[in-house]
């Protein structure tokens, strides 16, 4: 069985690495239009694709799979027509495909530049989460790309109707049929298969847990884009306006607890307790997170808080608990966040024009921020138009990654017969 | 022993870590002062330099080390001005860390661009060629980043008596002794341990055969900017120009041999084999290059070349060896290329505006030239002032590499208070 399921994802790689090499060339209007054209048949196949997740439904509910997880497994009219107005979305996007930049003259009267092109073959890996498959096509599609992808197996009989729609609609256009491939089979040894064929498979970008990521990235063969933990800061200094410091930290916490680029750890100044903690704990209690101190906030706040341990100051929570830090410096907040940030996104309030080029240039995350709310960190925000995830790499792409990131560049050179002397 | 090997690794690993959070805001003045003092010391003490050269070599020659490897492993006077040279050069390029781009408003009011960043650590694998010590740590040192270097273990005196003096540079600048740190045993577990140590080191980059460089790969933890090789073809089009086609032909043949991007199949159109291939068999049979063509190749140069076998057409010679085919169309040209190059450099001679334009966007290399000599192909000729290899990787950095591609990016954000809603 093994071995068919090797062959098979051979199969699949070699179909896919074809149909990159269309793709790369592909027009613009070419991959607008097959994007058009999957949104319509989304929009046409909805009772299939309705009927298609019930099942998924039923079994999973007979799996015992718990709430969050059949509320992403599941499909309704509105999620439906998100994905295709997500296709939409892709199509209006500018195409990266082709760019032409720098093009200069060198000493040797070679004129050089670059043209961005695409990486090839996409590998995406994800949970039990439909909606993932058109939008992580959609990208790869955009971007020039093949890609073979392989939803969570609670999601076949869903995964495997919207297959069919981006068939169909890439038929209509010209482009391979293979541009876009969905795992059919349920069998784990497609994801080993996938991620360790790097002559068929360009990059993986894995979604879902930090377990499923890290067990990935020790085991591929092919480059990972990967997105671990979400670790985020918000540090109110000395010289921070209160109100700002309040509103900011607020937000970054409560407006949404389960996203990555929510904040997990509070740095406070010394002098920053009495005007900026004690509202915020109020506020954090009134709104039910539970608080976890270091001694000196306990020393303030004892009955509002528990003792935060070791490991809380490494807790990615995604949920209503927040670890809260005193502390005497930026120097401090600066040493603290480089040791427990997962690097993702680390924000300072303060007026101070100094304190702030300081934690711009010292602090090593994706993205650092000043007098702003850390849930900002999302491709929607950032304006990339849509984002396969957020990366917490440092080679490649950093940060939420768009189109851009599924793509690479190569020199250019236009010479007259040109040679080396 | 393996045990101690480890420690002293892991040792080395934090002592770079450490020390690469004070290079990622050093100054532009700490650093350049730093390659300035290294040139200093290099030439004061470019008499024990030679010295321990001279122990290399002997110990070198009494194992038997060819006569190319002795080569890349000798000091001279004029390899050590070399060195001081390249150190003076790399001081005077600009600085790209801290660089700020693309500052935007978007919707939300926050504003949002990036900045450039080091990789943070880098560690270098090479052979045994001293001078790569000083171009490695420079490139690193320059672009912020802290490094391990482990040279090949014949150039361990010399190695380690660059390293004292990088050592003793630093130490008047005020950056951490530890910014350049060189691997003092020449236990092979030391390259286990570092390609492995994802806490302590951010990249690794191989210099070296492909043997090395597909192990390292195969082996590490940690991504890898690789340099695998070099199989680099000119095709000469229908509508090329008969003298350009000879010229460049010629040149990225003969101009030097062992580059990897020398080329090593030439593409002929059938129509040009009478005006473009005959005179360049013979130029190439004047200069003793060995010729290995296609039996269509054979029907007209018999005399002059010997079948070429499908492993020709794979073959990185780095060699006066060169394999020939003849063909009918750009396609199959294109084919051929996207078939059997390495993906490192390939060029086309046309005087046509379509075919010009099918081949930049359809060869899928890290260079694609136009009547040009594929040994331009190099980071020196690219203006990127030095290069610390040539990648064939497509993520990350893509053909050669300079400063730049030891860096990333991360996302900055100014707001005022911004809450998201």
């Not at 930290?249 to 407006?255: F, G, I, L, R, V």
């Not at 010292?362 to 138009?385: C, H, K, P, Q, W």
Request: charged share 20%.
């Amino acid at each position: 069985m093994t071995n068919d399921v090797l062959t098979y994802m051979h199969g699949l790689g070699q179909a896919a690495r074809d149909a990159s090499r269309v793709l790369a060339s592909a027009s613009t209007a070419q991959k607008n239009n097959a994007l058009l054209a999957t949104a319509q048949e989304l929009e046409q196949a909805s009772q299939s694709l309705l009927a298609a997740n019930a099942k998924d439904m039923a079994a999973g509910r007979a799996n015992g799979l718990d709430d969050a997880m059949l509320d992403r497994l599941e499909l309704t009219p509105k999620r439906i027509e998100e994905m295709i107005e997500g296709l939409r979305q892709v199509a209006a996007l500018p195409d990266p495909i082709g760019e032409i930049q720098d093009m200069r003259y060198v000493p040797s009267g070679i004129q050089l530049g670059k043209m961005r092109v695409p990486l090839g073959v996409i590998g995406i890996i994800y949970e039990s989460r439909p909606n993932v498959t058109v939008e992580a096509a959609s990208l790869c599609l955009k971007s020039g790309n093949a890609t073979i992808l392989r939803g969570g197996s609670e999601a076949i009989h869903s995964n495997q109707a919207i297959a069919e729609c981006i068939v169909r609609a890439l038929a209509t256009t010209g482009l391979p049929a293979t541009a876009v491939q969905v795992v059919a089979t349920t069998d784990r040894a497609a994801v080993g298969a996938l991620i360790t064929m790097p002559e068929f498979v360009d990059v993986i970008v894995p979604r879902g847990g930090k377990g499923l990521i890290e067990r990935i990235s020790r085991e591929a063969k092919v480059p990972v884009i990967k997105h671990l933990d979400g670790v985020c800061h918000v540090y109110v200094d000395e010289f921070a306006d209160a109100k700002k410091a309040i509103r900011v930290a607020d937000n970054s916490k409560t407006q949404r607890y389960a996203p990555c680029n929510a904040m997990e750890t509070l740095l406070v100044h010394s002098s920053q307790t009495e005007s900026v903690l004690k509202p915020l704990v109020a506020i954090f209690q009134e709104k039910g997170v539970e608080l976890r101190g270091c001694s000196r906030c306990l020393e303030h706040f004892a009955d509002a808080m528990q003792p935060a341990t070791e490991e809380d100051w490494h807790a990615e929570y995604n949920a209503p608990i927040l670890a809260v830090k005193i502390l005497d410096s930026l120097d401090e907040a600066i040493n603290h966040i480089n040791t427990y940030s997962s690097q993702h996104t680390d924000s300072i309030i303060t007026e101070n024009y100094t304190h702030s080029r300081t934690f711009l240039t010292r602090v090593d995350s994706s993205s650092v921020m000043i007098n702003a709310s850390t849930r900002f960190a999302d491709g929607f925000e950032y304006g990339l138009g849509a984002e396969i995830g957020i990366s917490t790499d440092k080679l490649h792409a950093r940060g939420p990654v768009g189109l851009l990131g599924l793509t690479s560049e190569k020199y250019i050179v236009f010479g007259d017969g040109h040679i080396r002397g």
